[in-house]
Nanobody
Framework: QVQLVESGGGLVQAGGSLRLSCAAS????????MGWFRQAPGKEREFVAA????????NDADSVKGRFTISRDNTKKTVYLQMNSLKPEHTAVYYC?????????????????WGQGTQVTVSS
């Protein structure tokens, strides 16, 4: 079992920044990839970014390239999502998750574990 707890969401004006955190417990965090997804009202959960176990390999959705950066600190069992130049269309609940292996990193149904989500609201 693994537990994931997101934090750092909130209300921000367009052009602002937020850093989301996802703290993990319950298994060997450093051995597994981690990912961020988001879900806006009435829409499916969509891939945002993922990072492999070492932090050397990342993948970002085209919609967030150049704006969002994923990183991890294995000593703290935490993965981060730095979000810059936010827009109203980035408003969503952001979830972190843990897939069983890198091959599933962009595919939500392939994830074993999810956090409860954190709300990000960007005002215009």
């Amino acid at each position: 079992q693994v537990q994931l707890v997101e934090s750092g969401g909130g209300l921000v004006q367009a052009g602002g920044s937020l850093r989301l955190s996802c703290a993990a417990s319950g298994r060997t965090f450093s051995e597994y990839p981690m990912g961020w997804f988001r879900q806006a009202p009435g829409k499916e959960r969509e891939f945002v970014a993922a990072i492999d176990w070492s932090g050397d390999n990342t993948n970002d959705a085209d919609s967030v390239k150049g704006r969002f950066t994923i990183s991890r600190d294995n000593t703290k069992k935490t993965v981060y999502l730095q979000m810059n130049s936010l827009k109203p269309e980035h408003t969503a609940v952001y979830y972190c998750g843990a897939p069983p292996e890198w091959a599933y990193h962009y595919y939500a149904p392939g994830y074993d574990y999810w956090g409860q989500g954190t709300q990000v609201t960007v005002s215009s």
